[in-house]
């Protein structure tokens, strides 16, 4: 039975019970209590199973892509281990339960996908005395192939001791005989002998933040069967890596490398790691994940990285990803449609990556090979060495540790973490805003159960009489103001809350933000300014009118330039995040370069042609699929149900938005592009005003305009004609001040040759820039009777800066020379570097003693 095959059969054995086929989810998961990856199938019928949400379907059934990286360095030393691998999976949200699911788990694997029932094994929780039996007297298990285990391997949750769903489960084992190890069964036996093909998880708890479980308010099923082992089982092969799935990408790496599989263990390795790891970077590329130094950003560079230097052991020196990108295309990509349609786009990034990273590998290799190379097997590798390799070279950590372990070698990892503490606060603090302390999620819940979801009247109307529901304390004097309608809108899809009133006959609130409790729940934010409000008040509920058109201008205008942005830019960008806010909007791109002034200037005039034509702007509600068939644009970090709202903003723009906006294009008014920059690798920001502001905008820049041209004693329309002027006499004044500095450093030369000892130079040099200390030591050098030069001087009493200067042929090198001068002032460099190096350092107090060093070295005498 092969891939394609093995889906097919699965989905369609449920979809005959009444089972709702749901596509795979993105790997990139939207629930608060989700993993940084998608690493089950559940993943995506979380608010389902915590009773958040109700469940559409009472049955479903999925083939789920999935990311897991906790055991990424085990990865490729085993034959089973994967990052990237699909779950075949069948749920029931509060359906039918443990008999049901152990009766088709029994039915599929023996009448379907041909297991022999005599090999197969099954495991519980030590306390499901119902799972045991239902295993002997409904399936016909004997007693001794039904073994319990406890929390460890017979209690599932999505991260262990992690808030979230989790429950008792029940797995199964194929037993591959004894050619495989020892007997015993899973709970005793050899691992390879006994392959887990399925894990039945009787989801009947949630585990709160403090530890304690409580019982969800039904009981759900969630079960998971590793795609790639079952294909091991049922393909009679002895590794994923064998399965029709892997085994043509792992050719491919045979062949970019030159190395058969299967003749030498450590070859073997590093084509697997290249095989998973290929699979893993090209599905998170797709689903719009992008190199970077956090969050999945990190682990998806950790992968690529990790792949290349595997390819890198085995003597590869050229690209190899997009190969292997195309590969896992070829094998993947009619199972998953989007990830061929974005092949071209996965290959640019993850090829993108990798040039840089072997520069960075060529760099880093050489100063790491000198610091093993000293230390020898069983050494301790300074965290000094480690972050000095991170820090200054992009050297990553887990890439020292890989290759130091290769040597026999420990890193000292606790002082690279005292290193790094900062610089990691940093990010940490930068990737976490925190808001509003909130209440206990149950007791949203209960106001959900109780009232239903808060009816948004939003979209047409400014105010609205409205019923209190709820008043919950929020902290600081403030109040949480749950109401049975609203024209608030909440926070989401990048749009600010609302704020505005509440107005009732005992008191009066002012609201100062709207964010959604819980899925459907609006929590209005808000101080006491008289009097009270109380469960049961009727009053009028009314938004800052004023802030609504600001913002929902903006939002519109956050339409036209996504649509004008894949216009210029190519289709295959997307929205990594956005603002709308009343004063501004901000719109994150995934894109490999800043954006040229010209194709700057394309995306606002084709936002502002939109703008004039004062296309209608229409929302309408419809069903995913009828959205998909539309081509609705829908992006990175949104949750969508089976009925969305769509919304189209003239011809051009059509996209999923439960937001506001304008009725008409032209309301927009002009849309000024204010800013672009990068905010991560591969990760561009384009902040834009629209309306009164872009007026402002333009008004400053005319005043600031005029005055220039008056400093400039020149007419706003001949202001660049008067800059060039002034610039091309800038460069003459340059060129004259460096002849200058250069018939200076020529005098200055000959002062330092007249002092040269056998030939060479060895003197402090301080106030000069890195270009005048190499100036003057390559004049020096050039000097008749000198060979070698080496200058030392700090410009600025707080850096040092080191250069050596040497003949061509002479030993010690000027890298040699200058390197051991740097290593005294706290610094390094390149020693491979032959006639000119520059090196510098931190300690400008050491100078004096890098200079005895490097006269010691040339036996001119010092320390």
């Known amino acids: 039975m092969d891939a394609d095959r093995l889906r097919r059969a699965f989905l369609g054995f449920f979809e005959e019970r009444d089972h709702t086929v749901v596509p795979s989810s993105s790997l990139i998961p939207h629930h608060p209590t989700a993993p940084l990856f998608t690493n089950a199938g559940m993943n995506q019928f979380v608010p389902y199973f915590l009773g958040e949400e109700p469940a559409p379907y009472p049955r479903a059934a999925s083939?789920?892509?999935?990311?897991?990286?906790?055991?990424?360095?085990?990865?490729?030393?085993?034959?089973?281990?994967?990052?990237?691998?699909?779950?075949?999976?069948?749920?029931?949200?509060?359906?039918?339960?443990?008999?049901?699911?152990?009766?088709?788990?029994?039915?599929?694997?023996?009448?379907?996908?041909?297991?022999?029932?005599?090999?197969?094994?099954?495991?519980?929780?030590?306390?499901?005395?119902?799972?045991?039996?239902?295993?002997?007297?409904?399936?016909?298990?004997?007693?001794?192939?039904?073994?319990?285990?406890?929390?460890?391997?017979?209690?599932?949750?999505?991260?262990?001791?992690?808030?979230?769903?989790?429950?008792?489960?029940?797995?199964?084992?194929?037993?591959?005989?004894?050619?495989?190890?020892?007997?015993?069964?899973p709970a005793h036996g050899s691992e390879e002998r006994f392959l887990e093909f399925w894990n039945l998880v009787f989801m009947e708890f949630q585990r709160r933040p403090d530890g304690t479980l409580v019982e969800l308010p039904t009981k759900n099923v969630d079960t998971g069967a590793g795609f790639e082992r079952n294909l091991v089982l049922l393909q009679g092969v002895d590794s994923v890596f064998d399965t029709d799935v892997m085994w043509a990408i792992r050719e491919e790496a045979e062949r970019l490398t030159g190395c058969p599989y299967g003749r030498d263990e450590r070859t073997d390795v590093s084509l697997r790691i290249m095989t998973d790891h290929a699979r893993a970077v090209s599905f998170l590329v797709s689903d719009g994940v992008f190199p970077s130094n956090e969050d999945r950003g990190y682990v998806l560079r950790r992968l690529i990285r990790r792949a290349v230097r595997h390819a890198h052991l085995l003597g590869v020196d050229k690209p190899v990803t997009p190969e292997l990108v195309a590969a896992t295309v070829s094998v993947m990509g009619d199972a998953y449609p989007d990830l061929a349609a974005s092949a071209g786009f996965v290959t640019e990034v993850v090829g993108r990556e990798e040039e840089r990273f072997r520069e960075t590998l060529k760099t880093g290799s050489v100063i790491l090979d000198e610091a093993l190379g000293e230390l020898g097997e069983g050494g301790r590798l300074g965290g000094d060495v480690a972050f000095r390799l991170h820090d200054t070279y992009g050297f990553p950590l887990e890439v020292t540790q890989e290759i130091a372990a290769e040597r026999g070698v420990e890193v000292d990892v606790e002082a690279f973490e005292t290193a790094m503490a900062e610089q990691r606060r940093r990010a940490k603090a930068a990737r976490r805003s925190v808001g509003p302390v909130a209440a206990d999620p149950a007791a949203y819940r209960e106001l959900l159960d109780r009232h239903g979801p808060t009816e948004f009247v939003g979209y047409d109307r400014a105010e609205a009489e409205a019923e209190v529901l709820a008043v919950l304390p929020a902290g600081d004097g403030k109040v949480e103001v749950f109401l049975d309608r609203s024209p608030f809108y909440a926070e989401g899809g990048g749009q600010v809350g609302d704020t505005g009133t509440l107005r009732t006959d005992r008191g009066v609130l002012r609201i100062i933000d709207t964010t959604p409790a819980v899925a459907g729940l609006h929590r209005h934010l808000a101080e006491v300014v008289e009097g009270e409000v109380e469960p049961g008040d009727t009053g009028r509920a009314s938004i800052d009118a004023e802030r609504r058109a600001h913002t929902q201008r903006n939002h519109t205008g956050t339409h036209l330039l996504h649509a004008a942005l894949r216009t210029v830019l190519g289709t295959q960008v997307r929205q990594q995040g956005s603002y709308v806010g009343p004063d501004r909007l901000r719109f994150d791109i995934n894109h490999h370069a800043p954006l040229t002034p010209d194709e700057l200037a394309a995306v606002e005039e084709l936002v502002n042609d939109e703008v004039l034509s004062n296309h209608p702007v229409r929302a309408f509600q419809t069903t995913m699929d009828e959205a998909r068939e539309m081509g609705a644009l829908m992006f990175f970090g949104d949750k969508y149900g089976d009925i969305v709202r769509v919304v189209e903003a003239g011809p051009r723009s059509l996209e999923l938005c439960g937001g506001t906006h304008e009725h008409a294009l032209g309301g927009i008014g002009p849309l000024k592009i204010v800013s672009e920059g990068s905010i991560g690798s591969n990760l561009r920001r384009v902040e834009a005003v629209t309306g009164t502001a872009s007026l402002t905008r333009i008004g400053s820049e005319e005043r600031t305009l005029v005055r220039v041209a008056e400093l400039l004693r020149s007419s706003p329309d001949e202001v660049y004609e008067a800059v060039e002027r002034l610039l091309a006499r800038q460069r003459q004044l340059d060129d004259e001040l460096k002849a200058l500095r250069s018939a200076q450093a020529r005098n200055e030369a000959g002062l330092l040759a007249a002092t040269a000892v056998d030939g060479a130079v060895v003197a402090r040099r301080d106030g000069l820039g890195p270009d005048q200390l190499r100036d003057l030591a390559v004049a020096t050098r050039d000097a008749p009777g000198v060979h070698t030069v080496v200058l030392v001087g700090s410009p600025d009493g707080e850096r040092v800066s080191v250069v050596g200067a040497v003949a061509k042929g002479r030993r010690p090198t000027a890298g040699e020379l200058a390197v051991a001068a740097a290593k005294a002032v706290g610094g390094g460099g390149n020693p491979k570097a032959e006639d000119l190096a520059v090196a510098g350092g931190r300690d400008p107090d050491a100078i004096d003693a890098a200079i005895a060093v490097v006269r010691h070295t040339l036996g001119l005498g010092g320390a």
């Open 63 to 185: 083939v789920q892509k999935c990311v897991r990286t906790a055991d990424i360095d085990v990865v490729g030393t085993t034959t089973r281990h994967c990052t990237f691998f699909e779950m075949l999976g069948n749920f029931s949200f509060g359906d039918y339960f443990k008999e049901g699911a152990i009766r088709l788990a029994w039915k599929l694997a023996v009448e379907v996908l041909g297991y022999d029932g005599d090999r197969i094994w099954a495991t519980v929780h030590d306390d499901d005395d119902e799972a045991e039996q239902l295993w002997i007297d409904a399936v016909g298990l004997p007693p001794e192939r039904v073994q319990r285990r406890g929390d460890e391997d017979n209690f599932w949750e999505m991260q262990k001791g992690a808030p979230g769903p989790c429950g008792p489960n029940s797995e199964l084992y194929y037993d591959r005989g004894a050619e495989h190890g020892a007997g015993g069964g």
